[in-house]
Protein backbone atom coordinates (compact mmCIF):
# COMPACT_ATOMS: atom_id res chain seq x y z
CA UNK A 1 0.00 0.00 0.00
CA UNK A 2 2.58 2.74 1.12
CA UNK A 3 5.63 3.07 -1.17
CA UNK A 4 9.17 5.12 -0.17
CA UNK A 5 11.88 6.53 -1.87
CA UNK A 6 14.89 5.27 0.07
CA UNK A 7 18.08 7.35 -0.31
CA UNK A 8 20.75 5.69 1.79
CA UNK A 9 23.35 8.51 3.10
CA UNK A 10 25.24 6.43 5.48
CA UNK A 11 25.58 2.13 5.49
CA UNK A 12 22.55 0.47 6.73
CA UNK A 13 22.81 -0.08 10.39
CA UNK A 14 20.37 -2.63 11.67
CA UNK A 15 19.24 -2.97 15.54
CA UNK A 16 20.07 -6.17 17.08
CA UNK A 17 18.61 -9.46 16.25
CA UNK A 18 16.67 -9.62 19.19
CA UNK A 19 15.08 -6.51 18.74
CA UNK A 20 14.13 -7.41 15.09
CA UNK A 21 12.54 -10.67 16.22
CA UNK A 22 10.41 -9.11 18.75
CA UNK A 23 9.17 -6.88 16.39
CA UNK A 24 8.26 -9.40 13.87
CA UNK A 25 7.02 -11.96 16.52
CA UNK A 26 4.59 -8.51 17.38
CA UNK A 27 3.19 -7.88 13.62
CA UNK A 28 2.87 -11.32 13.01
CA UNK A 29 0.74 -12.15 16.22
CA UNK A 30 -1.53 -8.61 15.63
CA UNK A 31 -1.92 -10.59 12.29
CA UNK A 32 -3.29 -13.68 13.68
CA UNK A 33 -5.54 -11.61 15.64
CA UNK A 34 -7.22 -9.07 13.52
CA UNK A 35 -8.15 -12.38 10.90
CA UNK A 36 -9.79 -14.14 13.98
CA UNK A 37 -11.99 -10.50 14.17
CA UNK A 38 -12.57 -9.30 10.40
CA UNK A 39 -11.93 -12.68 8.70
CA UNK A 40 -9.11 -14.10 6.54
CA UNK A 41 -10.10 -12.71 3.45
CA UNK A 42 -10.31 -9.22 4.98
CA UNK A 43 -6.75 -9.33 6.28
CA UNK A 44 -3.10 -9.41 4.82
CA UNK A 45 0.24 -7.97 5.31
CA UNK A 46 2.28 -5.66 3.39
CA UNK A 47 6.07 -5.15 4.00
CA UNK A 48 7.59 -2.36 2.39
CA UNK A 49 11.33 -1.16 2.85
CA UNK A 50 11.09 0.48 6.42
CA UNK A 51 7.70 -0.66 7.54
CA UNK A 52 4.69 -3.50 8.16
CA UNK A 53 1.23 -2.25 7.15
CA UNK A 54 -1.58 -4.57 7.98
CA UNK A 55 -5.01 -4.44 6.39
CA UNK A 56 -7.77 -5.74 7.88
CA UNK A 57 -11.06 -4.90 6.68
CA UNK A 58 -11.98 -0.86 6.95
CA UNK A 59 -8.31 -0.02 8.53
CA UNK A 60 -4.85 -0.47 7.67
CA UNK A 61 -2.29 -0.30 10.77
CA UNK A 62 1.22 0.78 9.47
CA UNK A 63 4.11 -0.06 12.14
CA UNK A 64 7.29 1.34 11.37
CA UNK A 65 10.72 -1.21 11.49
CA UNK A 66 13.47 -0.74 14.35
CA UNK A 67 15.81 0.70 11.99
CA UNK A 68 18.64 2.84 11.54
CA UNK A 69 19.23 3.59 7.92
CA UNK A 70 21.07 6.61 8.13
CA UNK A 71 18.55 9.31 6.38
CA UNK A 72 16.02 7.63 9.10
CA UNK A 73 16.19 6.45 12.56
CA UNK A 74 13.25 4.33 14.02
CA UNK A 75 15.61 2.33 16.25
CA UNK A 76 13.94 3.28 19.75
CA UNK A 77 10.32 3.19 20.73
CA UNK A 78 10.35 6.76 21.39
CA UNK A 79 11.44 7.46 18.11
CA UNK A 80 8.84 5.62 16.51
CA UNK A 81 6.04 7.51 18.21
CA UNK A 82 7.53 10.51 18.04
CA UNK A 83 7.84 9.76 13.53
CA UNK A 84 3.99 8.51 13.49
CA UNK A 85 2.56 11.71 15.19
CA UNK A 86 4.87 13.53 12.82
CA UNK A 87 3.20 11.05 9.75
CA UNK A 88 -0.62 11.99 11.29
CA UNK A 89 0.31 15.52 11.18
CA UNK A 90 1.93 15.58 8.11
CA UNK A 91 -0.27 13.61 5.88
CA UNK A 92 -3.60 14.93 7.82
CA UNK A 93 -3.13 18.63 6.02
CA UNK A 94 -4.07 17.05 2.30
CA UNK A 95 -5.69 13.37 3.62
CA UNK A 96 -7.42 13.91 6.65
CA UNK A 97 -10.07 11.15 5.82
CA UNK A 98 -7.09 8.45 4.87
CA UNK A 99 -4.86 9.52 8.57
CA UNK A 100 -6.86 8.86 11.42
CA UNK A 101 -4.79 8.53 14.70
CA UNK A 102 -1.66 7.14 16.40
CA UNK A 103 -2.68 3.89 18.68
CA UNK A 104 -0.46 1.90 21.19
CA UNK A 105 0.11 -1.60 20.95
CA UNK A 106 0.16 -3.30 24.53
CA UNK A 107 0.80 -6.77 25.84
CA UNK A 108 3.33 -8.58 25.10
CA UNK A 109 5.21 -8.86 21.11
CA UNK A 110 3.53 -13.19 21.89
CA UNK A 111 0.04 -11.42 22.69
CA UNK A 112 -0.09 -7.83 21.36
CA UNK A 113 -3.43 -5.60 22.46
CA UNK A 114 -4.03 -2.50 20.01
CA UNK A 115 -5.00 0.40 21.68
CA UNK A 116 -3.77 -1.11 25.23
CA UNK A 117 -1.19 1.14 27.08
CA UNK A 118 1.69 0.64 28.19
CA UNK A 119 2.69 0.72 25.01
CA UNK A 120 5.70 -2.02 23.69
CA UNK A 121 5.03 -0.57 19.99
CA UNK A 122 2.92 2.16 17.85
CA UNK A 123 0.81 1.96 14.97
CA UNK A 124 -0.50 4.59 12.53
CA UNK A 125 -4.04 3.68 11.79
CA UNK A 126 -5.61 4.70 8.46
CA UNK A 127 -8.61 3.93 6.63
CA UNK A 128 -7.75 1.45 3.96
CA UNK A 129 -8.50 2.25 0.28
CA UNK A 130 -8.17 0.10 -2.83
CA UNK A 131 -4.55 -0.34 -4.18
CA UNK A 132 -6.15 0.02 -8.06
CA UNK A 133 -6.87 3.58 -7.09
CA UNK A 134 -3.81 4.92 -6.71
CA UNK A 135 -2.87 7.10 -9.67
CA UNK A 136 -0.08 5.03 -11.45
CA UNK A 137 -2.13 1.88 -11.30
CA UNK A 138 -5.02 4.34 -12.86
CA UNK A 139 -3.00 5.41 -15.62
CA UNK A 140 -1.65 1.94 -16.31
CA UNK A 141 -5.50 1.18 -17.44
CA UNK A 142 -6.18 4.26 -19.60
CA UNK A 143 -8.51 6.11 -17.14
CA UNK A 144 -6.59 8.74 -15.51
CA UNK A 145 -8.18 11.99 -17.25
CA UNK A 146 -7.03 15.45 -18.25
CA UNK A 147 -9.60 16.67 -15.68
CA UNK A 148 -7.90 14.46 -12.57
CA UNK A 149 -4.56 16.45 -13.35
CA UNK A 150 -6.69 19.49 -13.45
CA UNK A 151 -7.81 18.62 -10.01
CA UNK A 152 -4.56 17.99 -8.88
CA UNK A 153 -3.24 20.90 -10.28
CA UNK A 154 -5.72 23.30 -8.24
CA UNK A 155 -5.41 21.15 -4.79
CA UNK A 156 -1.89 21.50 -4.88
CA UNK A 157 -1.55 25.07 -5.79
CA UNK A 158 -3.88 25.97 -2.95
CA UNK A 159 -1.75 23.54 -0.54
CA UNK A 160 1.48 25.17 -1.46
CA UNK A 161 0.19 28.34 -1.18
CA UNK A 162 -1.18 27.84 2.28
CA UNK A 163 2.84 26.65 3.43
CA UNK A 164 4.71 28.82 5.31
CA UNK A 165 8.16 29.55 3.71
CA UNK A 166 11.41 28.78 5.45
CA UNK A 167 13.62 30.84 7.20
CA UNK A 168 15.82 32.88 5.52
CA UNK A 169 18.67 31.11 7.88
CA UNK A 170 17.35 27.86 6.89
CA UNK A 171 19.52 25.07 5.51
CA UNK A 172 16.68 24.04 3.25
CA UNK A 173 16.88 24.79 -0.24
CA UNK A 174 19.78 26.73 -0.63
CA UNK A 175 22.54 25.68 -3.49
CA UNK A 176 24.67 23.59 -1.63
CA UNK A 177 21.59 21.61 -0.20
CA UNK A 178 21.03 21.47 -3.83
CA UNK A 179 24.65 20.02 -5.30
CA UNK A 180 25.30 18.02 -1.99
CA UNK A 181 22.11 15.86 -2.18
CA UNK A 182 22.92 15.28 -6.11
CA UNK A 183 26.38 14.48 -5.87
CA UNK A 184 25.44 12.32 -3.09
CA UNK A 185 23.50 10.12 -5.37
CA UNK A 186 26.48 10.26 -7.94
CA UNK A 187 28.80 9.04 -5.32
CA UNK A 188 26.60 6.02 -4.48
CA UNK A 189 25.81 4.77 -7.67
CA UNK A 190 29.31 5.12 -8.97
CA UNK A 191 30.17 2.55 -6.15
CA UNK A 192 27.58 0.15 -7.54
CA UNK A 193 28.11 1.00 -11.53
CA UNK A 194 31.89 0.56 -11.02
CA UNK A 195 33.28 -2.26 -13.85
CA UNK A 196 29.40 -1.99 -15.46
CA UNK A 197 29.09 -0.04 -18.57
CA UNK A 198 26.97 2.48 -16.92
CA UNK A 199 29.99 3.95 -15.86
CA UNK A 200 30.90 5.65 -18.54
CA UNK A 201 27.27 7.21 -18.90
CA UNK A 202 27.21 7.94 -15.34
CA UNK A 203 30.28 10.23 -15.38
CA UNK A 204 28.27 12.11 -18.51
CA UNK A 205 25.50 12.76 -16.45
CA UNK A 206 27.56 13.85 -13.66
CA UNK A 207 29.23 16.36 -15.94
CA UNK A 208 25.66 17.59 -17.28
CA UNK A 209 24.51 18.04 -13.80
CA UNK A 210 27.27 19.97 -13.02
CA UNK A 211 27.28 22.07 -15.48
CA UNK A 212 23.30 22.36 -15.33
CA UNK A 213 24.01 23.32 -11.40
CA UNK A 214 26.01 26.05 -12.48
CA UNK A 215 23.78 27.74 -14.90
CA UNK A 216 21.03 27.77 -12.29
CA UNK A 217 22.95 28.36 -9.28
CA UNK A 218 21.37 32.24 -8.55
CA UNK A 219 17.60 30.84 -9.65
CA UNK A 220 18.12 28.85 -6.71
CA UNK A 221 19.09 31.48 -4.62
CA UNK A 222 16.20 33.49 -6.12
CA UNK A 223 14.05 30.80 -5.49
CA UNK A 224 14.84 30.77 -2.02
CA UNK A 225 14.88 34.23 -1.30
CA UNK A 226 11.39 34.89 -2.75
CA UNK A 227 10.16 31.93 0.06
CA UNK A 228 9.25 29.22 -2.80
CA UNK A 229 10.93 26.30 -0.34
CA UNK A 230 7.97 25.37 2.12
CA UNK A 231 7.66 22.10 4.32
CA UNK A 232 6.06 19.89 1.25
CA UNK A 233 4.65 16.56 0.62
CA UNK A 234 8.69 15.31 -0.52
CA UNK A 235 7.78 12.15 -2.36
CA UNK A 236 4.60 13.19 -5.02
CA UNK A 237 4.77 10.12 -7.52
CA UNK A 238 1.71 9.06 -9.15
CA UNK A 239 1.71 5.93 -6.50
CA UNK A 240 1.37 8.00 -3.55
CA UNK A 241 -1.97 10.22 -5.14
CA UNK A 242 -5.05 8.13 -4.86
CA UNK A 243 -8.13 8.73 -6.68
CA UNK A 244 -11.28 9.63 -4.19
CA UNK A 245 -14.16 9.83 -6.55
CA UNK A 246 -12.57 12.01 -9.05
CA UNK A 247 -10.38 14.39 -6.52
CA UNK A 248 -6.50 12.72 -6.80
CA UNK A 249 -5.48 12.97 -2.82
CA UNK A 250 -1.76 12.26 -1.71
CA UNK A 251 -0.47 10.59 0.88
CA UNK A 252 2.49 9.11 2.41
CA UNK A 253 4.61 11.95 2.22
CA UNK A 254 8.05 12.18 3.60
CA UNK A 255 7.76 12.04 7.53
CA UNK A 256 11.13 10.68 8.84
CA UNK A 257 14.13 13.58 7.51
CA UNK A 258 13.01 17.38 7.31
CA UNK A 259 15.83 17.64 4.20
CA UNK A 260 13.67 15.61 2.28
CA UNK A 261 10.08 17.73 2.72
CA UNK A 262 11.40 20.88 2.83
CA UNK A 263 11.88 22.24 -0.75
CA UNK A 264 10.99 24.02 -3.45
CA UNK A 265 7.38 23.45 -4.58
CA UNK A 266 8.57 23.50 -7.85
CA UNK A 267 10.83 19.92 -6.91
CA UNK A 268 7.60 18.71 -5.13
CA UNK A 269 5.53 18.51 -8.25
CA UNK A 270 8.23 17.35 -9.81
CA UNK A 271 8.01 14.18 -8.59
CA UNK A 272 4.60 14.06 -10.65
CA UNK A 273 5.66 15.32 -13.87
CA UNK A 274 8.59 13.28 -14.33
CA UNK A 275 6.66 10.19 -13.62
CA UNK A 276 3.73 10.99 -16.15
CA UNK A 277 6.25 12.19 -18.64
CA UNK A 278 7.38 8.20 -18.29
Request: glycine letters at 6%.
Amino acid sequence: MLNRSSERQKPVVRVCRKQEESQYRLVQALLDQLRHTDGSRKVRLVETHISWVLLAGDYAYKIKKSLNLGFLDFSTLAARQHYCEEEIRLNRRFAADIYLDVIPVGGTPDRPVLGKRPAIEYAVRMRRFAAGSQLDRVLARGKLLPEHLDSLAAALAVFHDALPPAPASSPYGTPEAIRGAAEQNFDQLQELLSGTPGITQLAELRRWSRAEFAACKRKFLQRQASGRVRECHGDLHLANIVLAGRQPVPFDCIEFNPALRWTDVVSDIAFTVMDLLH
